[in-house]
């Protein structure tokens, strides 16, 4: 029987315990961890699902993934780390931040709904382009909208530096100078560079929703996703 690996027995430590990636692999190089009663010193052994770890004799079972939605404010920035601007993790002051990513990044200047989470593969159906999960914007522009541009999103515009059309998306016009976007990929800059292959710029940018998922959370503000919410991402495969 085969069975499935689950992560590095460093990370499994750390996803197991309040231990960091330092204090995890001397536990290991120091003989504390076994695997199936053996000692383990080799920090990158696989952990496969049927395996049982302890730690000075301790059982360990991993932390449940977690997965949070918040409302990003302007002027943060979605990696772990300040750079010139703070991160948004900062506002997030329970658990290990260290292991959470965003889920589809936004810039620097753009607010709204932001997903997080330590899972992976949850993310991945978020963001690969062949799930189809749609993310919808509120644009500000700086000119008003032409009329041709319904009909040219939905289609697909060709990006400077890119090979391929920009996938299907849906325009909604609100009032001249504001629409609704939906798109179902992620490339660098899209929203903007969609705006600016029409002639036109983004002067302001929101996300209000991915998936089934609206924002419904204060500037600043975080709360974890509910079951169903979780589960919305990994039953939708168009
Ligand atoms: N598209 C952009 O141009 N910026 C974002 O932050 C998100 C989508």
């Given at each position: 029987m085969t069975y499935v690996v689950i992560m590095r027995l460093d990370k499994f430590i750390c996803k197991s315990t309040?231990?960091?990636?330092?204090?995890a692999i001397a536990m290991i190089e120091e003989g504390k961890v076994n695997i199936n009663r053996d000692v383990v010193t080799a920090v990158s052994t696989q952990v496969h699902e049927n395996n049982q770890v302890t730690l000075n004799g301790i059982l360990l079972?991993?932390?449940?993934?977690?997965?949070?939605?918040?409302?990003?404010?302007?002027?943060?920035?979605?990696?772990?780390?300040?750079?010139?601007?703070?991160?948004?993790?900062?506002?997030?002051?329970?658990?290990?931040?260290?292991?959470?990513?965003?889920a589809g990044?936004?810039?620097?200047?753009?607010t709204g709904l932001v997903l997080i989470t330590d899972?992976?593969?949850?993310?991945?159906?978020?963001?690969?382009?062949?799930?189809?999960?749609?993310k919808v914007y509120r644009v500000g522009l700086r000119k008003p909208i032409t009329e041709d541009a319904t009909e040219k999103f939905a289609i697909g515009l060709q990006l400077q530096g890119e090979s391929?059309?920009?996938?299907?998306?849906?325009?909604?016009?609100?009032?001249?100078k504001e629409v609704l976007l939906?798109?179902?990929?992620?490339?660098?800059?899209?929203?903007?560079?969609?705006?600016?292959a029409i002639g036109n710029?983004?002067?302001?940018?929101?996300?209000?929703?991915?998936g089934e998922i609206t924002l419904d959370v204060e500037e600043g503000e975080w709360r974890y996703l509910t079951s169903d919410?979780?589960?919305?991402?990994?039953?939708?495969?168009?």
């Open positions: 309040q231990l960091t990636k330092p204090e079972t991993l932390r449940p993934f977690r997965y949070l939605i918040m409302n990003k404010p302007a002027n943060t920035i979605c990696s772990n780390i300040d750079e010139a601007y703070p991160s948004l993790f900062n506002y997030i002051t329970e658990g290990n931040n260290a292991e959470l990513h965003v990044r936004l810039d620097a200047d753009t899972n992976g593969s949850w993310s991945y159906n978020i963001i690969t382009p062949s799930k189809k999960c749609e391929q059309l920009t996938r299907p998306a849906k325009l909604e016009i609100i009032t001249s939906t798109i179902t990929e992620g490339k660098f800059h899209q929203v903007k560079r969609m705006f600016s710029k983004v002067i302001s940018l929101h996300r209000e929703k991915i919410e979780i589960q919305s991402f990994n039953l939708k495969v168009k």
